[in-house]
């Protein structure tokens, strides 16, 4: 079983930064895509950044210019940098692996607070 662990979620003020990590259980080289979605309540899980297993990258209109996806193969680790966070980007954020059978993991989540 896949296990995902975020962590570096917290409280910021509009136009900080925060920089999520989330370590994998396994070889991210097993996983063809990964990717950090987020949850606000009341709302549908979004997609906010993803990175494929060759190195593409992908976001939301709302993440671009704004947050960073990246990977560190010798740690099983993607990050997630947000910089000029706004109150709107206020979630839970998920890290999310897809492996090659199609099989979906999620991690536990990380809350992200922008207030002033």
């Known amino acids: 079983q896949v296990q995902l662990v975020e962590s570096g979620g917290g409280s910021v003020q509009p136009g900080g930064s925060l920089r999520l990590s989330c370590a994998a259980s396994r070889s991210i080289f097993s996983f063809n895509r990964l990717g950090w979605y987020r949850q606000a309540p009341g709302t549908q899980r979004e997609m906010v950044a993803g990175v494929t297993y060759g190195g593409s990258t992908n976001y939301a209109d709302s993440a671009k210019g704004r947050f960073t996806i990246s990977r560190d193969n010798a740690k099983n680790t993607v990050y997630l940098q947000m910089n000029s966070l706004k109150p709107e980007d206020t979630a839970v954020y998920y890290c999310?692996?897809?492996?090659?059978?199609?099989?979906?993991?999620w991690g536990q989540g990380t809350q992200v607070t922008v207030s002033s």
């Open positions: 999310n692996a897809v492996d090659f059978t199609n099989s979906n993991y």
